[in-house]
């Protein structure tokens, strides 16, 4: 950290999980922290119960569900007129018992729309002003059960991850549309999908971008946080035994705070100032396990579906001009 200078983090989805739990870490190392929050008031109660230093943090509202919300909250960071050194990535929504799709206010389904369209949209607008600091970072939450490299990401329940040809994007993801791939509406894989998207916009970002502008674009899997709220739509004999089973069989547990310090790392450590990676702890835990690049599988590593990607999502949230264009 350059003497006299306290950088700033943007952190979407910090009322809660690893969200809240990376502002704290982030505070902890000398930074000021935006929580860009849908409830504001919740996200003031969690950083208050946990100790999150007032004087470190702003709380500012961000609903990542609505275009225009991401477009409200960019133009009032703005007027803080103060500069960005990173952007955390990391709100999602997971509503796997949805037996209909719910639908942003553009009509797309809303948890594509929150987890990947928000992001896409929200990073596209603040790449100008992370690229005017030194060693600025766009460090975006993925998942193993959107990586079919993985064990993790083959688990058929309720589908693995899987883009298609992005058919329901072509077709303007609007009703009847509620699949990427243009397939029947699956809320947990939609999910995943949404992930494994935010996964290839990360990819994209740094073929596009790390050259000209010298940020670090990366993901992270942080391990399996199992008791998160994530997991509130979730039937209730799952969220009591995910967690068990987590810790006792799979060994793949992780705890909220330890899983913010492991953001933090991927936001300040020099280890980590590796553009184009998607880094892990693996699956199975213990202490002191070191951060390694994981692979994606082959067609989330392919370029030219990433950058079709890119493009049909470009459109789809209203980004035009130099977004669209190769650096
Ligand atoms: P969490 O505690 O539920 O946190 C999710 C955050 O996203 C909450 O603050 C939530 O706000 C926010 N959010 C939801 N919809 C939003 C919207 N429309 N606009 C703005 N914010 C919104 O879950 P978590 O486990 O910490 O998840 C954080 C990230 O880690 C996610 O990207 C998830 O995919 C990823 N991840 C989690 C795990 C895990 O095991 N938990 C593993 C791998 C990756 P509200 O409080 O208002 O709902």
């Known amino acids: 950290m350059a003497a006299g200078h306290t950088p700033i983090c943007i952190i979407t989805g910090a009322s809660s999980g690893i969200g809240l739990w990376a502002s704290k870490a982030l505070v902890e190392r000398?930074?000021?922290?935006?929580?860009?929050?849908?409830?504001?008031?919740?996200?003031?109660a969690a950083a208050r119960e946990i100790g999150?230093?007032?004087?470190?943090?702003?709380?500012?509202?961000l609903d990542l569900g609505t275009l225009s919300g991401v477009r409200g909250f960019v133009e009032e960071f703005r007027t803080l007129a103060r500069p960005l050194d990173a952007l955390v990535c990391n709100a999602a929504t997971y509503m796997p018992r949805l037996t209909e799709p719910l639908r942003s206010p553009e009509g797309y389904e809303l948890s594509v729309a929150t987890n990947y369209f928000g992001h896409f949209l929200l990073a596209n607008l603040l790449l100008d002003d992370l690229g005017k600091a030194r060693d600025a970072r766009l460090v975006t939450l993925g998942t193993v059960t959107a990586n079919s490299e993985e064990f993790g990401g083959k688990v058929p329940i309720p589908a693995p991850a899987d883009l298609g040809d992005f058919e329901g994007l072509k077709a303007g993801f609007t009703a009847p549309v509620a699949m990427i791939d243009g397939k029947p509406f699956k809320p947990g894989k939609a999910y995943k999908d949404s992930k494994l998207a935010c996964m290839m916009m990360n990819r994209e970002l740094h073929a596009r971008f790390h050259d000209a502008t010298g940020i670090v674009f990366t993901t992270l899997y942080p391990g399996c946080v199992a008791d998160t709220p994530l997991?509130?739509?979730?039937p209730k004999a799952f969220q009591r035994i995910f967690p068990w089973f987590q810790k006792n069989v799979t060994g793949g547990y992780v705890s909220q705070p330890l899983a913010g310090e492991r953001v933090a790392d991927v936001v300040t450590e020099p280890a980590f100032a590796r553009s184009g990676v998607h880094w892990s702890w693996g699956n199975r835990q213990r202490e002191g396990r070191e951060a390694f690049a994981q692979s994606l599988s082959a067609k989330a590593s392919d370029a030219a579906r990433s950058r079709e990607l890119w493009e049909l999502t470009a459109r789809l949230v209203g980004l035009t001009e130099r977004v669209t264009e190769p650096a």
Do not use: L, Q, Y
């Not at 999150?52 to 509202?61: D, G, K, V, Y």
């Not at 997991?231 to 979730?234: G, I, L, S, V």
């Open 30 to 44: 000398g930074w000021h922290v935006v929580m860009a929050c849908r409830d504001t008031a919740k996200a003031e």
């Open 52 to 61: 999150i230093a007032p004087e470190s943090r702003i709380i500012m509202r």
């Open 231 to 234: 997991f509130r739509h979730a």
